[in-house]
């Protein structure tokens, strides 16, 4: 029952600002790593940028410089501020999470891999 939901898309101008936020609930679990992909469409689906729960980020190389992803521990929400967007940058942005589930009984606790449905993300003007 563990999910990630997002929000913060929409429709910006070049050289705007968004911040994308993707919020895990659902259950007792602890979040190993957290990150945003994007799928432009006819094109694969990309890493945006992921972050563990130790802090440690990494980003794609045409992002690095714009975007900064950040997690906040006490409301299980990772965030990507997103600033001088470009139309490039226009795709759905999906959050992903990787989880330890707390709840279920025996070590080590099982980890699970969740998706977000995805907000939609346009740099026009």
């Known amino acids: 029952q563990v999910h990630v939901v997002e929000s913060g898309g929409g429709l910006v101008q070049p050289g705007g600002s968004l911040r994308l936020s993707c919020a895990a609930s659902?259950?007792?679990?602890?979040?190993?790593?957290m990150g945003w992909y994007r799928q432009a469409p006819g094109k694969q689906r990309e890493l945006v940028a992921t972050?563990?729960?130790?802090?440690?980020?990494n980003y794609a190389d045409s992002v690095k410089g714009r975007f900064t992803i950040s997690i906040d521990s006490a409301k299980d929400t990772v965030s990507l501020q997103m600033s001088s967007l470009i139309p490039g940058d226009t795709c759905v942005y999906c959050c992903?999470?990787?989880?330890?589930?707390?709840?279920?009984?025996?070590?080590?606790?099982?980890?699970?891999?969740?998706w977000g449905q995805g907000t939609p993300v346009t740099i026009s003007s």
């Open positions: 972050i563990t729960s130790g802090g440690s980020t």
């Open positions: 992903h999470a990787g989880v330890l589930v707390l709840t279920t009984p025996g070590t080590p606790y099982p980890t699970r891999e969740l």
């Open positions: 659902g259950g007792l679990f602890s979040i190993v790593t």
